[in-house]
Structure formats: structure tokens, C-alpha cells
């Protein structure tokens, strides 16, 4: 079995080791080594990358026999040759923080409120614990966070720990897997002990930082998401440069933005309302325009334009009322539908037209005798669609 190099010293970042057992896996190759400080993916925590005599490690797993496998993509020696490894820093970093921070964050829900993590997501983007709690609220995920990131600033000790079944009585471990032998238990000061596999930091102020984004219900639990250390540093960042543009664009403090941003919506809303009334006010004048360029197209008196400044309902109103005035068929295009409006004594059914229409162009489309609509239409292709109602109304 692999002699896991990282359960002793999850800070090991170089190592010399032998190859033990080498060939093919998929399209790819395969490496054993009598011991790695290489991490692979396993309890929802991340695998190393990193490189083995120079050839670049893409992914780490535990084979059957537990022995872990290094993936590369060219073959890296043959049993028996000596090895130089190196792991990612940064990765193994980022793996590191967001670990320990998890075990932080998992005994501050239970110290406060008694809240077990029953599953660990630890992604390279975000990271979460799922609790066994039927509610949650935003003070107690509050609590939780501050008193993780006074864990941190306090700076304990994070001790690995080789515990056998007598050891495993004195410690106060969270859950005790179900698991014979030497257990590896991670203990966080007099805070948190559990057993664990995973690397964590030396000391807690190494994590930096807890963060947590969100929490939501899934399957009768709770989800709660989080980011610490580096991430929770860059996210910090990326906040702090928005806000920072946010500020300097309306010229007020980063604490002013959410009354600011309220009042920019309400006073938006009350604008979209008076265009809304000035554009129907308009209507009937948009009509005489639109109804002075209408044209005989066979038996048919046809107005057709596009039309981007007015919503759905509005254009549809402007269809009706230039249809009246030439007695024949309006036909408007909006940004995302085309409209049809046709007069009382035109003979004309608008529906029944949009019907032969989408039966030849494959839309959705319908309407009453008087009006009816298309949607999901291209505007390029808008003088096409127009040239095939005209026909179809001179059928
Ligand atoms: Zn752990």
C-alpha cells in the first residue's frame, strides 16, 4: 500500500519515491509509488496535481488495493526507477484552507446548535456542508461564521493524530467511523476533533478567512456554502472592485448603494409608466404615419413596419388602428414578435392567416379574427414572413 507522505505532513510538497506498478488506464497512463505526497480525490476533498520527474500529473485516485494511482498523460518510468515529485502549492494550498475550514464551520454548527454535517462538497470554485437540520436562519448561519473565524484568529493548533482503539476513548471525535484499526483523527485545539484523511493547515489562522455565501433547503436538510482562505480572498476582491465602480458611478458611499439603487428603480418604473402613456398618446398620430406608406398588394391594402421602440401590447394597439384607417392589413415586427391586425370590413381573418402562416414556417402563433401574433421570430427574416402573408391574404 502507498505510504501516504501527506498524513503526516500535509505541508510536503516534494518527495523521492520509487515506482512500484505502472501501465495503461484508459487512453491514459498510470503511476504507483511506494509513497506519495500526492492527495487523490477522496471525502469530498479535491486530488493534487503537480509533476513526477517532470511529467505532469492531470489526476490522483485510490485504486482497490487503496493504493494511490497518479494519472498522466505520457507514461512517467518503469518500476523500479527513482522518482522526484512535486505537488502543486497553490492547489494543494486552496485544498488545504478550505478543508480545515470546513471542520471549523462543521463544529461551529454543532457547538451552537447542535447541527451535524452529514455530507462535504469541497469544489475548486466554492465549497459546502450540508447539515442535518430541519430550519436555519440567517442569525444562526451568522453565529456560526463569526465564531469559525474567531477559531482562526485564535490560532490553534491543528494536530494530526495516529489513534488506536484505547487513544480513540480519550478523544471527544465528532462522528466515529465504522472502521477497524489505527484511525487518523484531526484535532483543532480543545474546538474540534474528527477523523479525517484529508490535508489540512498547520495552525487555524492559516485558513485567512470563512465566508459563508448561502444556504439553501435540499432534501429536508440545509446546504450552507462557503469559501475561505485564497477564494474567499479573490472573492473579496471581485466584491470590493464592484461596489468600489457602483460608488464612484453614482457618487455616493459603498453603503449608500442599496437605498440608492432602490430609489434608481422605482424612479425607472415611474418613467417606464409616463413612456408608456406619452407612446399611446402618440399612437393615433404613429397610425396617419404608418397608414400614408400603405400599398395595394393584389386585392389586398397592406402597411407593414419594424417597430422597436413599443412593448408587445402597445405595437399590437398600433396594428389595430392602422389597419382601420387603411381597411386592409397591418403587419408589425417588434423586437421578438410579428404582430397582425386586419379591419372589420376587410373580409380578412387575421387568425385564420397566421394559421396557414405558421403551417408553412413551422412557428407557434395565433389570434382572433381581428388580431394575432407570432412569436419566436427572427427579425431578419421579417421581409420574407411579410412577402408569405401577402400571398396567403390574397389566396
Ligand atoms: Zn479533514
Redesign the pocket.
Known amino acids: 500500500m502507498t505510504d501516504r507522505l501527506y498524513y503526516r505532513d500535509s505541508g510536503l510538497l516534494y518527495f523521492e519515491a520509487e515506482i512500484v506498478a505502472a501501465g495503461p488506464h484508459a487512453d491514459k497512463y498510470f503511476t504507483v509509488l511506494d509513497r506519495s505526497a500526492f492527495y487523490p480525490t477522496s471525502g469530498g476533498q479535491l486530488f493534487d496535481t503537480g509533476n513526477i520527474n517532470d511529467i505532469e500529473i492531470i489526476d490522483v485516485i485510490e485504486d482497490d488495493n487503496h493504493d494511490v494511482r497518479h494519472i498522466s498523460e505520457k507514461p512517467v518510468g518503469k518500476v523500479g526507477d527513482k522518482v522526484k515529485g512535486t505537488v502543486n502549492r497553490e492547489r494543494r494550498l486552496k485544498n488545504r484552507q478550505v ?1 480545515t475550514a ?2 471549523i464551520l462543521s463544529q461551529a454548527f454543532v457547538k451552537l446548535f447542535g447541527c451535524d454535517t452529514v455530507s462535504v462538497h469541497l469544489g475548486e470554485a466554492y465549497a459546502n456542508i450540508e447539515l442535518n437540520t430541519l430550519s436555519l436562519t440567517e442569525e444562526q448561519t451568522a453565529a456560526a461564521e463569526k465564531l469559525a473565524n474567531e477559531i482562526i484568529r485564535d490560532n490553534l493548533s491543528v494536530d494530526v493524530i495516529f489513534a488506536d482503539d484505547e487513544l480513540l476513548k480519550y478523544l471527544p471525535i465528532r462522528k466515529i467511523p465504522e472502521r477497524e484499526g489505527v484511525l487518523r483523527v ?1 484535532k483543532i485545539g480543545e474546538f474540534e476533533c474528527s477523523a ?1 484523511g ?1 490535508t ?1 493547515c498547520h495552525r487555524t489562522s492559516e485558513v485567512g478567512l470563512i465566508k459563508i455565501t448561502g444556504f439553501e433547503k435540499v432534501r429536508g436538510r440545509y446546504s450552507v456554502e462557503f469559501l475561505a482562505g485564497v477564494l474567499a480572498v479573490e472573492d473579496y476582491l471581485m466584491r470590493f472592485d464592484v461596489t468600489d465602480r457602483l460608488s464612484k458611478t453614482f457618487t455616493c458611499h459603498v453603503t449608500d448603494l442599496p437605498d440608492k439603487v432602490d430609489k434608481l428603480a422605482l424612479e425607472n418604473k415611474a418613467f417606464q409608466r409616463e413612456v408608456a402613456r406619452l407612446q399611446k398618446e402618440l399612437l393615433p398620430a404613429r397610425a396617419e404615419e404608418l397608414a400614408a406608406g400603405a400599398k395595394m398588394m393584389g386585392k389586398v391594402t397592406v402597411c407593414s413596419r419594424i417597430i422597436s421602440d413599443l412593448d408587445n401590447n402597445t405595437a399590437g394597439q398600433l396594428a389595430s388602428l392602422t389597419a382601420d384607417k387603411i381597411n386592409g392589413l397591418a403587419i408589425i415586427m417588434t423586437t421578438d414578435r410579428l404582430l397582425l391586425a386586419v379591419s372589420e370590413q376587410s373580409g380578412l381573418h387575421a387568425g385564420e392567416l397566421i394559421k396557414k402562416f405558421t403551417a408553412r414556417v413551422t412557428l407557434r402563433g395565433g389570434g382572433s379574427q381581428k388580431a394575432a401574433q407570432v412569436g419566436g421570430i427572427a427579425p431578419e427574416r421579417f421581409d420574407e414572413y411579410r412577402e408569405l402573408i401577402i400571398k396567403l391574404a390574397n389566396e
Do not use: E, L, V
Request: hydrophobic share 15%; with cysteine.
Open positions: 478543508h470546513q471542520h484531526i479525517c484529508g489540512h
